[in-house]
């Protein structure tokens, strides 16, 4: 075990954990402003960047190394993870900086608990044993419960924690239940190396599976209840809903890559051999995924929830890439990368309209929009309109990527099921826009005073709309960096 | 042999129990019931060789946390009944009915077999000392990062426990009134 690197495979876990305890420990001495909170905060995600970036150069491309008696992998995965998860926990804190502020000296724990969801997230694409990959699962799930339910000052935001809590911790059961029968099925719970769980699926032949796919389909329903595919996306609408407006992004975001990160490297890394196992599996998810978020998004009146519904149609795309196989790995980054910060905007914008503490955001918040908040309305557009797979943006790009690979891997049907449901869900993205630029207020309506949006929210929907643009534009040199980043 | 006795006799005991948890009208046999499964449970890890962790399961679990359950189930109330009455009809049928699907499509999988030819996992001994080494040598990072998890607990609890109205809105302390906690 190399000494040096050993430290180093999880400095990005160790420089926001210091700065959790620094943020924690200033704010009870000191009691700082809430500048000292941000400066501790992006010092803290800019380590952890700079440190993913660092294993990124020195790693992607290359078999992946195993540190910690096999417990932590340092690849082009999981520096990919981290270089995609520290700047989005940035954005998110920057889109949620006006709710965290007016929490008082509460503002301290927020920020701390989106710094600990990153670094459990990082955990859960960098875990390279299924012992280590549950506590990052547990770290990533139990901020996002507390944060989910932060504000208090709503009944429904308290149930939206608590319904995330419970069937989260039901879910974390069921996959620390298929990590249990994949042990009894394989000897091991560590990945790689001798022993690991793909060398011996590899190596050997299991003539009575049954223990082993028991296993793998309640790992397959842990994890996809994490990035909320049908039919185990119940929660999203009623989390995305109640919780305080201005985490939800953070939220939405956070939970796609963490969860599809490790999708990704458990299917087809670990269980890659056993690929002919659930590669059948994933395409009915991704399909039963598309069409459910695709039809419920439809009849929603309510845009939060229609945004929670579209990201459950969103999981099954990004799972469309994944019945490819490893092949399909770079095409979910590139998908997941570009749809993460544009779900990301879309909530900073509904956060801006409906309020960074209220939950609802029905869509007669959005009548007239266009005229009293153009840029907003402008934002939200280029979002909803990535989202909808227009050519020129992000979304489109990604469609293809993952579309491409489902048909390498000869799913056509999954592609002919996915790209009418793409069409269908034009109507009611197309829906909103409509409402802000067709539709003139109610009379008599309250709407919420003119949208306020803060420079974090500005920062972050200029970062998210210039994304969108670049690479859907010219989406070729990152798919082609991509390629660096399958987990090996 | 002996083992063999053992676990079925414990393990349909601890079966009994979860399911009495689940089922019991009464909170206090829930209670029961689950330390009837805790017991069985640390049965088997006896039977497995980790007596220092059926030594933990029946002090901290079936006696600390059990305490602290009914402790909650008497200030609470012991005789209130639990409202039974399901909103949706159809759930309980509907989720055995999707129970034996998963089961049928797992066997059907499987080809109708479960037992796999994998080697047991390597037993350490069940010592504090084996498993003291086996903590801090070849897990010690997963250990370490459940330091973590008590964080988010400190955090979260401190979070959410001290909220007070009106602090919210002011963003300054001195404005929320005192003893106005959220309930």
């Known amino acids: ?488 | 042999m002996v083992e063999l006795v053992l676990f079925i006799i414990f393990g349909l005991a601890a079966l009994f129990g979860a399911v009495t948890t689940v089922w019991a009208r009464n909170p206090v046999y829930s209670a029961l019931g689950l330390m009837l499964t805790l017991f069985s449970v640390a049965v088997f890890y006896v039977s497995n060789g980790a007596q220092f962790v059926a030594a933990v399961q029946v002090i901290v679990y079936a006696g600390a946390v059990m305490t602290l359950f009914l402790f909650v189930i008497m200030l609470v109330g012991v005789d209130r009944a639990e409202d039974r009455r399901e909103n949706l009809p159809v759930q309980r049928p509907l989720a055995l009915g999707l129970l034996v699907l998963f089961g049928a499509g797992v066997l059907v999988a499987g080809r109708f077999a479960w037992v796999t030819g994998a080697e047991g996992g390597r037993g350490a001994e069940g010592t504090v000392e084996a498993l003291g080494s086996e903590l801090f040598r070849r897990w010690v990072l997963p250990f370490e990062l459940t330091a973590l998890l008590l964080i988010i607990a400190a955090a979260g609890t401190v979070a959410l426990g001290l909220f007070r109205r009106g602090e919210a809105e002011g963003g300054d302390e001195g404005e929320a009134g005192e003893g106005e906690e959220a309930p």
């Not at chain 1, 927020?110 to 710094?115: R, S």
């Open chain 1, 1 to 488: 075990m190399n000494g040096s690197l050993t430290f180093l495979s999880v400095a990005p876990e160790i420089a926001l954990a210091a700065a959790v305890v620094l943020l924690l420990l200033v704010e009870v001495t000191f009691k700082p402003r809430a500048w000292a909170w941000a400066v501790v905060a992006g010092a803290g995600l800019a380590a952890g960047t700079a440190l993913s970036a660092w294993q990124w150069v020195a790693h992607r491309g290359a078999d992946t190394g195993t540190f910690w008696n096999g417990m932590i992998a340092v690849d082009g995965f999981a520096a990919l993870a981290g270089l995609l998860v520290f700047p989005l926990a940035g954005l998110g804190l920057m889109s949620a900086w006006r709710l965290a502020a007016s929490q008082g000296r509460r503002g301290a724990e927020f920020i701390a608990l989106v710094l600990l969801a990153a670094a459990g997230a990082h955990l859960m694409a960098a875990a390279a044993d299924f012992i280590m990959l549950f506590i990052g699962l547990e770290v990533f799930s139990l901020s996002l419960y507390v944060l989910a339910g932060f504000t208090r000052e709503r009944v429904d935001a308290d149930e939206a924690s608590l319904k995330y809590f419970l069937l989260g911790a039901f879910a974390s059961a069921v996959f620390l239940y298929g990590v249990a029968l994949v042990f009894a099925a394989t000897g091991s719970t560590t990945f790689y190396g001798d022993g690991g769980i793909a060398d011996y699926l590899a190596g050997t032949v299991i003539f009575r599976p049954g223990v082993l796919l028991a296993g793998l389909a309640l790992l397959l329903v842990g994890l996809a209840f994490k990035v909320s595919a049908a039919p185990f996306h119940v929660w999203a609408p009623d989390v995305y809903q109640g919780a305080p407006g201005g985490v939800t992004g953070f939220l939405a975001a956070a939970a796609k890559v963490a969860g599809f990160a490790a999708l990704a490297r458990v299917l087809t890394a670990v269980l890659g051999a056993r690929a002919d196992d659930w590669v059948p599996a994933v395409a009915v998810l991704a399909a039963a995924s598309v069409v459910v978020g695709t039809l419920l998004a439809i009849v929603q009146d309510d845009v939060k929830r229609l945004l929670a519904y579209s990201s459950v149609a969103h999981a099954g795309f990004i799972l469309t890439a994944l019945v490819a196989g490893r092949g399909g790995v770079g095409d979910m980054w590139f998908y997941l990368a570009t749809y993460a910060v544009q779900v990301l905007g879309a909530f900073t914008v509904a956060a801006a309209v409906s309020g960074d503490r209220a939950g609802r955001s029905p869509l007669a918040h959005w009548a007239g929009l266009g005229r009293r908040a153009p840029w907003l309305a402008a934002a939200m557009t280029l979002m909803l309109l990535a989202m909808a797979g227009i050519p020129l943006t992000a979304g489109f790009a990604g469609k293809v990527a993952v579309f491409r690979a489902a048909i390498d891997a000869g799913y056509l049907w999954l592609v002919i099921v996915a790209v009418l449901a793409t069409v269908a869900g034009l109507f009611f993205y197309l829906r909103v826009i409509v409402a802000m630029y067709l539709a003139s207020p109610e009379e008599g309506a309250s709407l919420p005073a003119s949208p306020a949006v803060g420079w974090g929210a500005r920062f972050v929907l200029a970062v998210a709309a210039a994304a969108t643009l670049v690479f859907g534009i010219a989406p070729w040199p990152l798919l082609e960096v991509l390629r660096d980043a399958l987990p090996l």
